[in-house]
């Protein structure tokens, strides 16, 4: 079965940091684009950067600067680095891969994991 499993959410503090990982099982991380997303409470999950097999990576205008994504080929794992988080930046964070990164969003989207959990509160 082909997907991926999200870890390293949980509860920070405004300007807190966080790291996300996102790890392929039964597929090779590097074979594809991967978008990170988040949902957050009551709203529609969107698109919040994605990194193609070469390497390159787009993020959306509201977390560039705070955001950082990277791959680890080794460890078939791509991370979400995140700093000087926000309230905003409350909600489930879930990666997928994509046939391509279409802007900040992998696109088809597929492979969902089941999302890691991120709350931003003083």
């Known amino acids: 079965q082909l997907q991926f499993v999200e870890s390293g959410g949980g509860a920070v503090q405004p300007g807190g940091s966080l790291r996300l990982s996102c790890t392929a099982s039964?597929?090779?991380?590097?074979?594809?684009?991967v978008g990170w997303f988040r949902q957050a409470p009551g709203r529609d999950r969107g698109g919040v950067g994605c990194?193609?097999?070469?390497?390159?990576?787009w993020y959306t205008s509201v977390v560039m600067g705070r955001f950082t994504i990277s791959r680890d080929d080794t460890n078939n794992t791509v991370y979400l680095e995140m700093n000087n988080l926000k309230p905003e930046d409350t909600g489930v964070y879930y990666c997928?891969?994509?046939?391509?990164?279409?802007?900040?969003?992998?696109?088809?989207?597929?492979?969902w994991g089941q999302g890691t959990p991120v709350t931003v509160s003083s």
């Open positions: 039964g597929f090779t991380v590097a074979s594809f684009p």
């Open positions: 997928a891969t994509g046939d391509y990164c279409s802007g900040f969003v992998s696109y088809p989207a597929a492979h």
């Open positions: 990194i193609t097999k070469l390497g390159t990576v």
